[in-house]
């Protein structure tokens, strides 16, 4: 089985602080994403990575930056957390397909980030 | 751009009633079409997909056909349980050469009482 995992389950924060969230697969997957999740809003993408050392835009990059390091690491960074990215942060994996067929992505667990 | 739209909820059921969940897309192209689920405290898993028009995906009992005249991907199940109380996610995929990547939809939460 594909597994994702996320280092925190829940975590509180201070404004202003650096937050790391961290993403780990397994299955040797190319391609890495981070995602938030609001009630209402479904999840938005932050950013995305296909490959070691690379990093793209998601739909919502303000805030945030991506570490990829290892294939199998993925790393979120908050440089000064605030208030609005109180939030649900999930990660997830898929292989690279070919010829334009769909990519199936699998998610780890989530990080309940509270920023106070 | 892409989006996804589906029914805002929560729905709330009785145990063996039926389920349907709509969906409906907007996109250039011919994407494929996914429905999450999110149980409670998890993350997301994937229930079924479909890749081209008139594709059923099914799984747990679920199903949804892909419709490409009327662009929706809509949900069912004909006889729903307790343990079916989750978030329901529908996503569309499409290739691009901005980046390969999901759109989702934002969710619809289901609650069934026993």
């Known amino acids: 089985d594909v597994k994702v995992t996320q280092s925190s389950r829940y975590l509180v924060k201070r404004t202003g602080e650096k937050v790391f969230l961290e993403c780990v697969q397994d299955m040797d997957h190319e391609n890495m994403f981070w995602y938030r999740q609001d009630p209402g809003l479904g999840l938005r993408l932050i950013y995305f990575?296909?490959?070691?050392?690379?990093?793209e835009k998601g739909d919502i990059p303000e805030g945030y930056s991506v570490s990829r390091e290892k294939k199998e690491r993925f790393s979120l960074i908050l440089e000064s957390a605030s208030t609005n990215q109180t939030s649900m942060y999930l990660c997830a994996s898929s292989f690279r397909t070919s010829g334009g067929a769909a990519e199936t992505q699998y998610f780890g667990p989530g990080t309940r980030l509270l920023v106070l | 751009g892409d989006s996804v739209t589906q029914m805002e909820g929560p729905v709330t059921l009785s145990e063996e009633a039926f389920l349907t969940i709509n969906c409906t897309y907007t996109a250039t192209g011919y994407p494929s079409l996914f429905w999450y689920v999110q149980y409670p405290g998890e993350g997301l898993q994937l229930l079924l997909k479909a890749t081209k028009a008139d594709d059923k995906g099914s799984n747990k009992g679920f199903e949804a056909t892909y419709r490409k005249e009327t662009t929706s991907f809509h949900l069912e199940k004909g006889s729903v349980q307790v343990s079916d109380s989750a978030v329901y996610f529908c996503?569309?995929?499409?290739?691009?050469?901005?980046?390969?990547?999901?759109?989702f939809g934002g969710g619809t939460r289901v609650l069934v009482k026993p």
């Open positions: 990575s296909y490959d070691v050392k690379m990093k």
């Open positions: 996503a569309l995929w499409m290739l691009k050469a901005a980046g390969n990547k999901l759109t």
